[in-house]
């Protein structure tokens, strides 16, 4: 099989084809091992961060942003973001903070991006 892709590792963008089959792969255009890296991972094992929205229980801020604090495969993104979805924050959280905690055991959490004191009004923000 053949297939063309570009690097998003650094700045060069190499743009790489990759030649495989059930026992070689091989490599073209990488300017860089990072880029056959890159190309490597992404034939057998292709990783994605996820970012994304939780509800909370605040009428003023009913969604917050977040993402995962590592990679999911690929093929568990649905998966994943069906978690996610469930998620309902009903608490004052800061940036950083884990709102979903190992989801489905992969070893990667699902944390807040923002800080929600500063974006909630009244008792808890500015404004």
Known sequence: MKRDMVCIICPNSCEMTVIYDDSTLEVEGN?????????????????????STVKTVFEELPRISVKTDGEVPLNMIFEVMDEINKVVVDRILSTGDIVLENVLGLNVNVVLTADMKYLIKGEFGVG
């Open 31 to 51: 300017k860089c091992s990072r880029g056959k890296d890159f190309a490597i991972k992404e034939i057998r094992n292709p990783m994605r961060s996820i970012c």
